[in-house]
């Protein structure tokens, strides 16, 4: 086991990857989108778990990318794959219940992991008008498992998003709009659901039982009534476990040296 | 009837009419038929339904210089060369186009149903989610869902229990209405024979879902040397009806094995165009008064080599990727 970093080290982004990273088990198979998430699935591959399976939308399964792919649709996520097809693989894929975990982002996020990629404001007169959904609630309707990277701020952690882009715990149940818990809609789809927000202040995991979001821990510097105060909504302090873990050295040296040498999605930390 | 499907970029354009509906092949920022989508813009087609999988600079390019009312899709940027679509965004806030949203999963299983003559596609994707919030059926709210618009639903979505094994609820979605699929392919064959190589994303999907498919391809190549290796192709000849030889015709998306995404071109597009002013500059530089050769010419010969793609590796070791 390599020693940890000490923190004139690393930056954030290197501790997002990392806490990223560790959500992933050997032998899963794993969606991957564009960005950070995409590292920090290959620093688990070259890890802790060199026997994921890796997916990319655009439809690359089991790839093994040797050199960073700028996004998804990239010739670099077919080198060394397994089958290189389409969107319909990959999506089949998702709906018949094969992928254990989805790395995704978002603008906004509310307490029961609804997620907003859509628009900014009400949606039929959009303050911002932002990318649209993706494949965002396509793998979070159907992973075991789904990890949520963002940026922190106030006015991204809300009670409600101003539109439900991807599925959380609770859910608009149509035509009528009114809340339920997400099972009593998936029927024979319902295999899981958000599982973890690793936001730039911290951890946040989601209660078995209500779906409500929790702190799990605090990234280095923060604490949790510093954290609760960057929420709009009445966040769950009582079950922090502590500091989030630090990157170890070893995975710098993947981050830096050998996933992303030139500093694309994760900055490298200027020395001295 | 000739076997030769040939025609030039000029007769492409014009296949694609004002008001028909229009899908193009690849993915985000990869293969995207760009030849032809400046060639729209210079003979100023208007009123388009575009209909993609998901969108990339072609969607923004289109939109930008106001060829399209109404955008069927669920995503669109620059993937890292730009966060997300100016020239959209702009529009929607104006209230200058329709946007009717679907997710990723909705779009592409409504394109094989299109390709497979389904009367719909079902899914369990997105339940609960505000795509299938009632009030926000864009189309509808249009006044566009009466059943006189060929290319749009009666309904955005509809919801049945599963009648056979109990699996709970299933959105039923409309298969998508395409006049013209137009595709930008590594090779085709003088009868139609499209060999994508790498990742062929819904090219696949479009060209049979489409009542006209164009296959834009970096050469055209004999047929009987496709024939040889049948099982390396990727759509077959009867579906494709008009083919066009147009190298580098998806600058600046990338294409696998022939050459990367311009980084620095899509920076400098996202960065120039989110005021209409700032859009209309950007195309009396690169689009007005151009054709796709001196189009190339300005790109120049050094640009365009630091871009082609290793052919041991598929892409660009050269072109470094953060568009730097």
């Known amino acids: ?272 | 009837m000739s076997t030769d499907k040939r025609i030039t970029l000029q007769q492409a354009a014009e296949i694609v009419k004002n008001g028909s509906s229009l899908t193009f092949s690849g993915f985000t920022i990869w293969r995207r038929p760009f030849a032809l989508v400046y060639e729209l813009i210079r003979q100023q087609r208007r009123g388009l339904h575009l209909i993609e999988v998901q969108g990339g600079p072609q969607t923004e390019f289109l939109v930008g210089a106001g060829c399209v009312d109404i955008w069927e899709s669920c995503w669109v940027g620059h993937e890292l060369y730009g966060k997300y679509g100016a020239n959209l965004s702009r529009k929607v806030g104006n209230k200058e186009i329709i946007v009717e949203d679907y997710s990723h999963a909705e779009m592409m299983f409504r394109f094989s149903a299109a390709a497979q003559g389904a009367a719909y596609a079902v899914t369990q994707t997105s339940l609960g989610t505000d795509i299938h919030n009632p009030e926000y059926d864009m189309l509808g709210r249009a006044g566009l869902r009466d059943g006189t618009h060929p290319h749009i639903a009666k309904h955005k979505y509809q919801f049945v229990e599963d009648p056979f094994f109990g699996a709970g609820a299933q959105v039923l979605l409309p298969p998508v209405k395409l006049d013209v699929a137009v595709l930008c392919v590594q090779q085709v064959g003088e009868e139609g024979t499209v060999r994508v190589n790498g990742q062929y994303y819904s090219d696949p999907e479009s060209a049979r879902a489409a009542d006209i498919t164009i296959a834009f391809a970096e050469e055209i190549v004999p047929e009987e040397y496709l024939r040889r290796n049948a099982d390396q192709n990727t759509i077959p000849s009867f579906e494709v009806d008009y083919i066009i030889e147009c190298p580098f015709g998806a600058h600046p998306t990338g294409m696998f094995g022939r050459y990367d995404v311009d980084g620095n071109f899509l920076k400098d597009f996202y960065g120039r165009t989110r005021t209409q002013e700032g859009f209309d500059d950007f195309a009396k530089e690169w689009i007005h008064g151009q054709d796709h050769m001196s189009y190339l010419e300005k790109l120049g010969w050094p640009r365009m080599l630091k871009l082609k793609a290793n052919t041991a590796l598929n892409y660009s070791p050269r072109e470094s990727k953060g568009g730097k």
């Open chain 1, 1 to 272: 086991m390599s020693e940890y970093a000490k923190p004139e080290e690393f930056g954030l982004a290197d501790l997002l990857c990392c806490a990223a990273a560790r959500e992933v088990a050997d032998n899963e198979i794993v969606f991957a989108g564009t960005g950070l998430p995409m590292v920090a699935i290959m620093l688990a591959q070259k890890t802790h778990a060199p026997n994921l399976k890796l997916i990319f939308e655009a439809g690359t399964l089991d790839g093994r990318p040797p050199e960073l792919p700028t996004s998804v649709g990239d010739a670099r996520c077919e080198m060394g794959a397994s089958r290189s097809s389409g969107l319909s693989d990959a999506f089949s894929i998702a709906q018949r219940g094969l992928v254990d975990l989805g790395f995704l982002g978002g603008a906004e996020v509310d307490e029961y992991g609804n997620v907003n990629t859509t628009c900014i404001g009400d949606y039929l007169n959009p303050e911002l008008r932002l990318t649209g959904s993706g494949g965002n609630p396509d793998i979070n309707s159907f992973a075991r498992r789904t990890v949520f990277i963002m940026v922190h701020e106030k006015r991204r952690f809300v009670p409600n998003v101003s539109y439900i882009t991807s599925p959380g715990w609770r859910v608009k149940k149509w035509p009528g709009g009114e809340f339920v818990h997400r099972r009593e809609l998936y029927g024979s789809a319902y295999r899981g659901g958000p599982s973890a927000v690793i936001s730039t202040a911290g951890v946040f995991r989601f209660d078995d039982q209500s779906g409500r979001i929790y702190l799990d821990t605090c990234h280095p510097g923060q604490t949790p009534e510093e954290i609760r105060g960057m929420c709009q909504f009445d966040l769950d302090i009582s079950r922090v476990k502590g500091e989030t873990e630090l990157p170890t050295r070893e995975e710098l040296h993947f981050i830096h040296n050998v996933l992303d040498p030139d500093g694309i999605f994760i900055p490298a930390v200027k020395k001295g």
